[in-house]
């Protein structure tokens, strides 16, 4: 039998008055069981690289830390460290988070840039007009910042989870201000025709935004809502999805406060000059064509 156990040992005298039961009063060591002996030494490293032991470390950061700071700070310790070790010894690192971070920014700042240009493109196929797709293309980064307030705010970390929360919601974002831009455009085409536009407009433009303001504010609520179930998870699912949750969440209440107070301000700004009707795109008409003999 090979019995292992851990202890302060200085020999084989140890193991042997090692008591392991008592009968009717009278000890049994292990010594009355079995000739004890020491065997070669077992030995088992905590590290291993190429199926050989390594000498290794690990970084513990603080709750709450930046974790790129403080990789970057680990780094250039590390640098300051190499200097002091002996002749062929360096060292290496086998796990480094600053790729997957980085890689997780970029992924949002690329998926942000992506839905910017396509929306743009959008509004200035069917509206004609750089400036209204500034208006929309003006919300989104607003919305995310928004979320980033609470999120600093609320002790939310930001990790590969909460910024996909954001990524993921970037699609809905938009469509509060696309909404917003079109029926103001709708009422302003109906007011002044072909003309140019000018002089003050803020009484058609909150006229028209009023008309979908309440719809807009109660569709992203009903989205908030559909969300709350994700919060009833518990354990590993819930610390792994409760970050996404609260930062689509956020980007939602971002969008839709942005919605009724900062997009109906600067439209009478930004919408101004010659606009086309709806009527007169080729696209617009044609989904029409299409359209309304259906629905009919």
């Not at 030494?41 to 470390?57: D, Q, T």
């Not at 000018?198 to 979908?212: A, F, M, Y």
């Amino acid at each position: 039998y090979l019995i292992r156990g851990v202890g302060w040992l200085r020999g084989v005298k140890d193991i042997e008055n090692t008591v392991i039961a008592e009968r009717k009063g009278v000890p049994i060591y292990v010594k009355n069981l079995a000739a004890v002996q020491l065997g070669p030494e077992y030995r088992r490293s905590m590290l291993e690289k190429n199926n050989r032991e390594a000498v290794g470390g690990v970084v513990l950061m603080r709750y709450g830390e930046n974790p790129l700071e403080v990789t970057k700070t680990v780094k250039a310790r590390i640098e300051q460290l190499q200097e002091g070790l002996p002749k062929g010894v360096r060292i290496v690192p086998f796990y480094d988070r600053t790729n997957l971070i980085e890689g997780a920014i970029h992924t949002l700042t690329g998926t942000i840039r992506e839905e910017l240009s396509v929306a743009s493109i959008a509004i200035l196929l069917i509206l004609t007009h750089l400036r209204s797709a500034l208006v929309v293309c003006l919300t989104l980064p607003l919305a995310v910042l928004i979320a980033f307030i609470l999120m600093y705010y609320l002790g939310i970390p930001s990790n590969i989870m909460s910024l996909s929360g954001i990524a993921i919601s970037i699609g809905i974002l938009v469509d509060a201000a696309v909404v917003m831009v079109e029926n103001a455009t709708h009422e302003l085409t109906r007011e002044f025709g072909h003309q140019k536009i000018s002089g003050d407009t803020t009484e058609i433009v909150v006229r028209s935004c009023r008309l979908v303001g309440k719809p807009i504010f109660f569709a992203v609520v009903i989205m908030l809502i559909s969300f709350l179930p994700v919060f009833a998870l518990g354990g590993q699912e819930g610390k792994m999805f409760h970050p996404l949750a609260f930062t689509k969440n956020f980007a939602m209440v971002g969008v839709a406060l942005l919605s009724i107070t900062f997009v109906p301000a600067i439209i009478p700004i930004f919408i101004k000059g010659r606009l086309r009707s709806e009527e007169d795109n080729w696209i617009v008409r044609s989904f029409i064509n299409i359209y309304k003999p259906v629905l009919t």
